[in-house]
């Protein structure tokens, strides 16, 4: 199998064109800033302009099919590796107020739209990383419903999809902020779907769920959450940098995991495993035996 594993830099993005969305702020910019580092051609997509210099800044609204297409026709015909980043804390983000359709679009419809339009532009060996989040843990609680959602053909069918469904499973959500935990488990659904597929043409899928993350979306998690203060952190005590998250998704993105695709790497210090602790607790010695 040749893959980047076969020179001794095993990282290996010198060179590599990577399409990184989200690159304005965040755990994308600091993607971008780490690959530009690592000698890669950075070609950054977002809807606000990013500060640090890249090789190419393309302005792209996610919620909008034309603006995708549009910024599509300005990417290269040739891309390396994907990093998506891109995405809004909820209905409420970065001062603005989205429709729970906008919460979809942008985090899972518009992202898939994109990234579908890129993978004829990958080589054989080529891979994507995507962001996913803690918040969409719960996704095999739902999977059937999601598995449908994953299938939509395209951009409308989906938001059609989700007009259909949308009563149904608020139903399903006890949290707080349900159009971004569907989101995201939309999102895991549709990479672990997608990846299968993808495996036969020898390109890899991935995903990031991060926990808690010190970003300027970070408040915007609260206050779509009537005020609660989210709980995504482990006994660890921290929440974790836009860096340590960046620093996956370059690894599940390189030669280091060539024989990686279709996993979501939950990069929280053991928070999603909180719940092993809570049934140890409750449960007899016996039963746990
Ligand atoms: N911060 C956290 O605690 C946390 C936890 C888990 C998952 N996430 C996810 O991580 C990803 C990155 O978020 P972040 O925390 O770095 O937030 P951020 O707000 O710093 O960055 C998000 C980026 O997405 C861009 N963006 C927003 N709407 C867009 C649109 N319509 N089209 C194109 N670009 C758009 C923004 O301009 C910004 O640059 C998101 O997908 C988020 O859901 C964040």
Not at 7 to 19: E, F, M, Q, R
Not at 82 to 92: E, L
Not at 185 to 203: C, H, P
């Amino acid at each position: 199998m040749t893959d980047d594993t076969t020179t001794n830099d095993l990282l290996n993005y010198a060179g590599k064109i990577c399409v990184v969305t989200g690159a304005a702020s965040g755990m994308g910019q600091a993607a971008a800033r780490l690959l530009t580092g690592l000698g890669a051609e950075v070609i950054a997509l977002d809807v606000r302009e990013t500060p640090d210099p890249v090789a190419k800044f393309i302005r792209i609204d996610l919620a909008d099919k034309d603006s995708i297409d549009a910024a599509l026709a300005e990417v290269p015909q040739r891309v390396d590796r994907v990093f998506s980043c891109a995405g809004i804390a909820g209905t409420i983000y970065a001062g603005r107020t989205f429709s729970e359709l906008d919460v979809l679009t942008i985090n899972f419809i518009g992202a898939r739209s994109l990234i579908e339009g890129l993978i004829p532009r990958l080589p054989r060996d080529g891979s994507i990383a995507l962001i996913a989040s803690t918040g969409g843990m719960r996704w095999q609680t739902r999977k059937n419903l999601h598995l449908d959602f994953a299938r939509t053909d395209g951009f409308e069918a989906a938001q059609r999809w989700f007009g259909d469904h949308r009563d149904e499973l608020e139903q399903t959500f006890t949290g707080l902020n349900f159009p971004y935990m569907m989101s995201k488990e939309a999102l895991i659904v549709w990479m672990k779907y997608r990846a299968y597929t993808l495996s036969g043409q020898r390109i890899r899928l991935n995903a990031i769920s991060p926990a808690a993350t010190d970003t300027p979306m970070a408040e915007d998690f609260s206050r779509n959450a009537n005020g609660l203060r989210g709980s995504h952190i482990s006994e660890v005590g921290v929440a974790s940098t836009p860096e340590q998250q960046a620093r996956a998704l370059i690894f599940l993105n390189s030669g280091l995991a060539g024989y990686v695709s279709g996993q979501d790497l939950q990069v929280d210090y053991a928070f999603t495993v909180k719940g092993l602790h809570e049934m140890a607790a409750t449960e007899p010695v016996d039963a746990a035996r």
